[in-house]
């Protein structure tokens, strides 16, 4: 069953806490993707993760950081949490040649910093 | 600057009429383009994808055109049922392999009503 699974669904956190979101794939994909979409904008990159410890900046990772330890899971953290990260975030997993194979989504994790 | 521009913004229809959703962009280079389905609430669910200079799909209900000579796509749905109901998003990726960047358009509300 191919999946990608996100926990928590929901979650609301006052600004100044930590905040973790986390992802999980089956199918054994190298790359790993953290997005967040805002109303009216397409997706933007936050994170990306080719493989275990090997993550790279996506356009708009300030206020972000991740980890992946495993090559199924991969972290999404916000050190001291803002307002204007309130947003919902989704994770995304696919095999290296992302024109000729499938991006799989996971459901989104809708985050409210208050 | 927004890179991929989806038309109309939103779309009502009544169930069983036809629909024509269209996809602008400027991404270049212009590797593959990407047709999601997002149930309200639910990830991004890839409809289709189209590879070559001037490409054609079909997916049941849903096909797709592609000419990149205008950077233009167009996405089809044919005989629209009340499942169709969703946000329709155009993802145009910038190279096959997972170096490149998914650009993600703000998509169309499809809303199909009885």
């Known amino acids: 069953d191919m999946k990608v699974t996100q926990m928590p669904r929901y979650l609301i956190k006052r600004m100044g806490e930590n905040v973790l979101l986390e992802c999980g794939q089956d199918?054994?994909?190298?790359?790993m993707y953290w997005y967040r979409q805002d109303p009216g904008l397409g997706l933007q990159l936050i994170y990306i993760?080719?493989?275990?410890?090997?993550?790279s900046e996506g356009d708009i990772p300030k206020g972000y950081r991740v980890s992946r330890k495993k090559r199924e899971h991969f972290s999404l953290i916000l050190d001291s949490a803002k307002t204007n990260q309130t947003s919902v975030y989704f994770c995304a997993s696919s095999s290296w040649d992302t024109a000729n194979t499938e991006v799989f989504f996971g459901k989104g994790t809708r985050l409210t910093v208050v | 600057k927004t890179q991929v521009e989806q038309s109309p913004q939103s779309l009502v229809v009544r169930q069983g009429e036809n629909c024509v959703l269209q996809c602008n962009y400027s991404v270049t280079p212009d590797n593959h383009l990407r047709w999601f389905k997002q149930d309200t609430g639910k990830g991004l669910v890839s409809l289709t994808v189209l590879v070559d200079q001037k490409d054609k799909t079909s997916n049941g209900r849903y096909s797709a055109t592609l000419d990149k000579d205008a950077k233009h796509s167009t996405l089809h749905i044919t005989a629209t049922l009340l499942d169709d109901t969703a946000t329709y998003i155009c993802v145009v990726g910038d190279r096959g392999s997972a170096l490149g960047r998914l650009h993600f358009g703000a998509g169309t509300q499809l809303i199909v009503i009885p």
């Open positions: 199918m054994s994909h190298e790359t």
């Open positions: 993760s080719y493989d275990v410890d090997s993550n």
